[in-house]
């Protein structure tokens, strides 16, 4: 089934206008859900009950407050919230281009797609074309459901992509938990820097991995349904818990001498030379190797699926 757009949109690329519709990037709905049962097997049904009374309170008796003090509140209607919010904007305004990787990723919030409405695909592919061969990317402001947002526009090659950024409010510094740096030897460094070029990949590669959890769970389920105990599988005494530490060097030596072997199956690879340099913990003379997916996409288990 084709994606439905969510929003329709004009991008302001200085005085050019350029009408795109916004497609949501992620699918929310990837989790297995379970739902919440009385003894009987029914669904239960969620109240709010008053504080003071113990009565349930329906929804259209509530009101919105905000706390000031302990259990003291300022009460605002629907209107005056409503006139509090950002008016909605089909107009994304472009108000600087930086360089693409000059955004920190822990910045990113929600992705979104945006794909040229009519009349909207030459200058769509302009400023595609322009971001990529300048290396930047655009920031703008986008209003949307009652709230400004600030947005990253950066070139992909089938696109543009609309990543939502959070504000610097919303985003915790790393300088709160203190962490002390320690210095290490050239030694080290040379050795840990081997290990990374060992294990150097050039791209990420999403469908090389799934996710295992998912798998048991939905493999669970057909168990339950074709009336079979569920196993509950112990984790292997290598892997439970954390590995000792031992000396620094060492641990470099063995994982380089190991190679891919000796890196611990849960962990990604780092990208960077840049990343700082953790202790490693000594890892077991054999490891099973990550899980990593076929190439075409699994398959869900087909009682799972027929049950959506």
Not at 1 to 14: K, N, T, W
Not at 36 to 55: F, I
Not at 57 to 74: A, H, I, L, P, T
Not at 139 to 144: I, P, Q, T, Y
Request: aromatic share 6%; net charge neutral.
């Amino acid at each position: 089934m084709p994606a439905r757009s969510i929003a329709s949109l004009s991008l302001s690329f200085g005085l050019v206008s350029i009408p795109v519709k916004l497609y949501t990037a992620t699918e929310s709905s990837s989790d297995v859900r379970f739902n919440l049962l009385a003894p009987d097997g029914s669904r239960v049904k969620q109240q709010y009950v008053s504080e003071a009374t113990g009565a349930v309170v329906e929804r259209s008796n509530m009101k919105k407050g905000y706390e000031f003090e302990k259990d003291k509140f300022v009460v605002f209607t629907a209107d005056e919230l409503k006139a509090l919010e950002d008016a909605a904007s089909h107009v994304v305004e472009i108000l600087a281009f930086i360089p693409e990787k000059a955004v920190n990723p822990v910045y990113y919030d929600k992705a979104y797609y945006i794909a040229p409405d009519k009349r909207g695909g030459k200058p769509y592919c302009l400023l595609q074309q322009a971001l990529a061969e300048s290396g930047r990317c655009a920031l703008a402001k986008w209003a949307f459901k009652g709230k400004t947002r600030i947005v990253q526009v950066r070139p992909e090659a089938d696109g543009l992509v609309f990543q939502q950024l959070l504000f610097a409010d919303e985003v915790r510094s790393l300088e709160e938990l203190h962490i002390e740096h320690i210095q290490v030897s050239d030694a080290e460094l040379k050795l840990a820097l081997q290990i990374i070029d060992q294990g150097a990949e050039d791209n990420y590669d999403p469908t090389a991995y799934e996710d295992d959890e998912k798998k048991r769970i939905l493999a669970a389920i057909d168990e339950k349904i074709e009336g079979k105990q569920v196993v509950i599988h112990e984790p292997d005494e290598a892997t439970a818990g954390g590995a000792q530490v031992i000396d620094l060097m060492e641990a470099l030596r063995a994982s380089l001498k190991g190679g891919a072997k000796a890196k611990p199956a849960s962990t990604p690879k780092r990208k960077s030379a840049e990343e700082p340099v953790a202790e490693i913990a000594a890892a077991p003379k054999t490891r099973k190797p990550a899980a990593r997916a076929p190439k075409t996409p699994a398959q869900e288990p087909a009682k799972v699926r027929a049950r959506k």
